[in-house]
């Protein structure tokens, strides 16, 4: 009955502040962190790793494509799969040295935005992030999409696991994220969040926007901490997981 309860964090740049990340910081058991790529930069991704070791926040690296502008939401086509490897590597390694800074080691590894979506989709791509991920420290957690072809490279590749559900987004038959340029794809209502949520959960069951079903295990609820009611949402889901029996710590294997 443990779940792990994550957002994505240090996604401000520069003068340019994205989320409420201290508050989040409060709430939530694991920080996926931006690495300077879609997001972040140095003196963010130090302040966010001392921030959350002070609350006892597991951190990870928030890899993405190279696009500032487009917060790495645009999907970037004719990346090789050794380019792939290459960023993927090249953003851990900077997480890992700035947390260094703060004495605060880096667990794992998620995948942002677009790329998220395209390596959840692609066995090959999910492949190379999976190399990068092994080469950069085998000790990383992949988390993954379950049941896409991010858990499967996991498994093939014999890197531990953290399967993740999202509470603020739908999915699509093929039991990846509904694209956000389609209707329903972000799910704006708190309680229906919560309600998606203890759905998923307790039935250990994806359902998709056209009633499709995947029965998973799930070790992780991702909040985004980029939305106005983000905080809102992340506390008061937290409070129903724990009335409803669940343990919100961070992921252990």
Same mark, same amino acid.
């Given at each position: #009955? ?21 508050? #989040? ?117 992949? #988390?993954? #999409? ?108």
């Amino acid at each position: #009955m443990n779940i792990d309860l994550n957002a994505d964090l240090g996604e401000s740049f520069g003068p340019w502040t994205m989320g409420d990340d201290a508050a #989040m910081l409060a709430i939530v058991t694991t920080a996926n962190v931006a690495c300077g790529f879609h997001a972040g930069d140095p003196s963010i991704m130090r302040a966010t790793a001392e921030l959350a070791k002070q609350k006892g926040v597991a951190i990870g690296a928030h890899p993405g494509f190279q696009d500032l502008a487009g917060f790495g939401r645009r999907r970037i086509l004719g990346i090789s799969l050794r380019e792939l490897e290459n960023m993927i590597a090249y953003q851990i390694g900077a997480l890992q040295a700035v947390a260094a800074l703060a004495g605060h080691p880096v667990t794992h590894v998620k995948t942002h935005g677009a790329l998220g979506n395209m390596v959840a989709e692609d066995d090959g791509m999910a492949l190379a992030v999976g190399r990068a991920i092994k080469a950069a420290d085998p000790s990383l957690l992949y #988390m993954v #999409m379950p049941g896409m072809a991010t858990e499967r490279a996991a498994e093939t590749l014999g890197l531990r696991a953290i399967r993740e559900v999202y509470a603020d987004r739908t999915y699509d038959d093929t039991f990846n994220l509904t694209d956000r340029s389609k209707p329903g794809a972000v799910i704006h209502d708190t309680q229906a969040a919560i309600d998606h949520v203890l759905r998923i959960v307790r039935d250990q069951a994806i359902t998709s926007l056209n009633g499709k079903t995947l029965k998973v295990a799930i070790d992780s609820v991702c909040v985004h901490g980029d939305n106005p009611g983000s905080v809102a949402l992340a506390r008061t889901l937290r409070g129903e997981l724990e009335k409803a029996g669940f343990k919100v710590t961070p992921y252990r294997p």
